[in-house]
């Protein structure tokens, strides 16, 4: 069973840090290109990072480009993202998702709220 089991989010004054953090779990081989998401209504959904399984190829949205830092552990199976320079802007629902085999799986997400 497939699962990405999400931790981090919470409150943060805007200029602040927070760290999500994505457990992958389920898949032949766990170390899969993840990519992080973002919603806040009623804008649509945004991917605003992405990582392949090898970290090679590293990808970001122009909002967060410079701020944000994704990266993995394969040996723990697990995908971060490193949110710093916090915007009121950024507050969200983040999502960790994973495109596999034809099937799409997401995080039960985390809520980011930036503000003073």
């Known amino acids: 069973q497939v699962q990405l089991v999400q931790s981090g989010g919470g409150l943060v004054q805007p200029g602040g840090s927070l760290r999500l953090s994505c457990v992958i779990s389920?898949?032949?081989?766990?170390?899969?290109?993840v990519n992080w998401y973002r919603q806040a209504p009623p804008k649509e959904r945004e991917m605003v990072a992405a990582i392949s399984s090898t970290a090679s190829i590293i990808n970001y949205s122009d909002s967060v480009k410079g701020r944000f830092t994704i990266s993995r552990d394969n040996a723990k199976n697990t995908v971060y993202l490193q949110m710093n320079s916090l915007k009121p802007e950024d507050t969200a629902v983040y999502y960790c998702n994973v495109h596999y085999d034809d099937m799409t799986y997401w995080g039960k997400g985390a809520l980011v709220t930036v503000s003073s």
């Open positions: 389920g898949f032949t081989n766990n170390n899969v290109a």
